[in-house]
């Protein structure tokens, strides 16, 4: 009974440490995100102006080009693509790695467990 007990509570700790470094994992992914640089179809600049926020056209700082938005984002879909892939696998790997830093500090000391 008292063994019971006692691997109960550690196998509920180990749980609370995972629980608790997978919650760190996740609030850290904001470093990931990124600023996508979008470029003038045109000249290939990245300075943008409109005359106010709800505008759904900007001009070209460089060249002048009045575009919308909409069209810029499509024009930039490639590079803006690219951006989401390499994003989306470095989260990957340092989700991965994360998991296993996690997982063997919670297992610690765990003779039956061994993380490699
Ligand atoms: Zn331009």
């Given at each position: 009974m008292s063994l019971d007990y006692s691997l109960s509570h550690t196998a509920c700790i180990t749980i609370i440490?995972?629980?608790f470094n997978l919650l760190r994992l996740i609030m850290n992914l904001d470093k990931h995100s990124r600023?996508?640089?979008l470029q003038c179809p045109t000249c290939g600049g990245g300075s943008f102006q409109s005359e106010t926020v709800e505008d759904t056209e900007v001009k070209c700082v460089q060249c002048g080009r009045v575009i919308e938005r909409d069209d810029l984002l499509r024009e930039?879909?490639?590079n803006i693509q690219e951006n989401l892939e390499?994003?989306?696998s470095d989260v990957e790997k340092d989700i991965a790695r994360q998991m296993r830093k996690a997982l063997q500090d919670a297992f610690k000391g765990n003779k039956?467990?061994?993380i490699k």
């Amino acid at each position: 009974m008292s063994l019971d007990y006692s691997l109960s509570h550690t196998a509920c700790i180990t749980i609370i440490l995972l629980l608790f470094n997978l919650l760190r994992l996740i609030m850290n992914l904001d470093k990931h995100s990124r600023t996508i640089a979008l470029q003038c179809p045109t000249c290939g600049g990245g300075s943008f102006q409109s005359e106010t926020v709800e505008d759904t056209e900007v001009k070209c700082v460089q060249c002048g080009r009045v575009i919308e938005r909409d069209d810029l984002l499509r024009e930039n879909s490639e590079n803006i693509q690219e951006n989401l892939e390499e994003m989306k696998s470095d989260v990957e790997k340092d989700i991965a790695r994360q998991m296993r830093k996690a997982l063997q500090d919670a297992f610690k000391g765990n003779k039956n467990i061994k993380i490699k």
